[in-house]
């Protein structure tokens, strides 16, 4: 691992809301092509940290590089041109709801670039066949089932060709197939499309299906970081409570 | 004691605060009317003509009858008391004129706040709500441009044209009592309408109802980009917008009558 491009990297991020310490000085390396995997409690800050990742949010204190450019310090305009090299798929997909599954795909391409329509409409069916589902492409998002929201929101994020898509909890509220499938869909992605991959997920079939590298964030820290059979072997009582779905052990949730 | 200084102090911050962010939002919007294309980020046309049709073109016939009663209940007080000192001739002139000096922009503006501000917030608060907003931030599409920028404009245009039906309308509505009720002679009425009405009267009115378009779209936009907390929060957002448009529309309004009425215009 150790000679591959690092892609992202984060370094003593710092980061409250309202008084409260989300993140307390992270630190992590993501490099170009893997896939990995943010793991957490819910309310750890995975979220949070995946958003100073894309520039959503800026830290108290600390650095967010991209492709060794600091995203803390970049003018608006840079910003923006760093952004049309990453994708994003939303926990709640995000689609808007007042264009068909083909204008969300194509909103991207028709923003950012003077490409023809009928050309746009070649990439948005391409895309749209790369998830699994071409012939959806006139419906409204209200008409599609929760899996296929979040397989459209995938078909945006790619839609650019993105070099890294980030992932919020892509497989949450899915049934355990569909769920599957779109694990199976990043894996895909990945290899095809040869991206880079940040996914922030507490489901641990899906970390140990997909994952090249996991990150165990706890407190607003990185407890450990590994590849997913270090992080089953790993002697962190914490870790250890948290990938078997332990009541008892180090972590006290209240409740 | 010192706990209420702390408040007062703590809610004076606040509206700094919102002011602040309300004017950042406005240098925003034009900022990528202005400067946008040159950019080559220009604002497309579609989106702002669609905007167009919802906010101008279906909200004709609200507009109508709010005003056309008012001119109709306008008469109707007037006629009233000129009846007493035998001027009922001037019900003409004296509802031409608070028409389209007041009634027909106030009117128009309070209308369009409760049906068009009250819908910007809800879309662009839900769209908050539902992490729409930061995906569009994600894409490299800044929301201002893409969402908030075409309303602006609908609005801008749209508004003084609803003005001038609703001026319309309602001096139809003070013809309909003139003529039918209070047995003016037709032409004669018209003939005094336009005797007395002066172009002023009409552009002092509509330079209100610009202004009016201003502030219903941008504290929709505002309110709904500051919107958090579920469908409660949409809705509680909705309020906010629908309120402080009113409020602002009056005052606005109450500032500028005062500043044509002590420049003589």
């Known amino acids: 691992m150790s000679e591959k491009k690092v892609i992202i990297k984060l370094q003593d991020l710092f980061k409250s809301f309202d008084g409260r310490l989300v993140l307390q000085g992270v630190n992590l390396d993501v490099y170009q092509g893997e896939i990995f995997v943010i793991m957490g409690g819910s309310g750890c800050g995975k979220s949070t940290l995946l958003r100073h990742m894309t520039g959503a949010i800026t830290p108290d204190s600390g650095k967010v590089f991209f492709d060794g450019k600091d995203l803390t310090t970049l003018s608006q305009d840079e910003k923006e041109k760093i952004k049309r090299r990453f994708g994003m798929s939303f926990q709640s997909s995000a689609l808007l709801d007042y264009l068909t599954v083909e204008e969300n795909v194509s909103l991207p391409l028709c923003e950012h670039t003077k490409l023809d329509p009928k050309i746009i409409n070649i990439i948005v069916k391409m895309k749209l066949n790369l998830v699994g589902l071409q012939g959806f492409d006139q419906l409204m998002p209200s008409m599609l089932s929760g899996g296929m929201k979040k397989r459209v929101g995938l078909a945006r994020a790619i839609a650019m060709d993105p070099e890294v898509v980030f992932y919020d909890e892509p497989t949450s509220g899915l049934d355990p197939v569909v769920c599957s499938v779109v694990d199976k869909l990043i894996v895909d992605l990945s290899k095809k499309l040869l991206l880079t991959s940040v996914v922030v997920t507490h489901n641990m079939e899906s970390i140990f299906r997909i994952a090249d590298r996991v990150a165990m964030l706890q407190g607003g820290k990185v407890l450990e970081i590994g590849t997913p059979e270090q992080i089953k072997n790993s002697a962190n009582p914490v870790v250890q409570q948290f990938i078997k779905g332990q009541i008892d052990g180090p972590i006290n949730y209240v409740g | ?265």
Request: proline share 3%.
């Open chain 2, 1 to 265: 004691m010192l706990k209420v200084f702390e408040k007062i102090g703590a809610t004076v911050k606040n509206w700094i605060i919102i002011a602040v962010e309300f004017l950042q939002l406005i240098s925003q919007t034009l900022f990528w009317i202005f400067v946008g294309p040159s950019k080559d980020r220009p604002v497309k046309s579609k989106p702002v003509f669609e905007q167009m049709v919802f906010m101008g073109v279906k909200s004709i016939v609200i507009v109508f009858f709010v005003t056309l009663f008012t001119g109709v209940v306008l008469a109707m007080q007037s006629a009233y008391q000129l009846e007493k000192m035998g001027g009922v001739i001037y019900v003409s002139s004296l509802v031409s004129i608070s028409i389209c000096r007041e009634l027909g922009p106030v009117l128009t503006a309070l209308v369009l706040a409760g049906r068009i501000g009250a819908a910007i917030t809800a879309e662009i608060g839900s769209m908050k709500v539902n992490e729409q907003i930061e995906a569009l931030d994600t894409m490299a599409i800044n929301p201002v441009r893409f969402l908030i920028v075409p309303k602006f404009l609908a609005l801008l245009f749209m508004l003084p044209c609803l003005t001038v039906i609703g001026n319309l309308s309602g001096m139809l509505g003070g013809y309909l009592v003139g003529v039918y009720n209070l047995k003016i002679n037709a032409p004669l009425y018209i003939q005094t309408t336009f005797k007395f009405l002066t172009l002023k009267d009409i552009y002092t009115g509509l330079s209100k109802s610009i202004i009016f378009a201003i502030i219903i779209s941008m504290v929709g936009s505002y309110q709904g980009l500051k919107t958090k907390g579920g469908a409660v929060g949409v809705g509680r957002a909705t309020t906010i917008s629908v309120v402080t448009s009113f409020i602002l529309i009056i005052v606005a309004d109450c500032v500028m009558t005062a500043i044509y009425y002590f420049s003589n215009m």
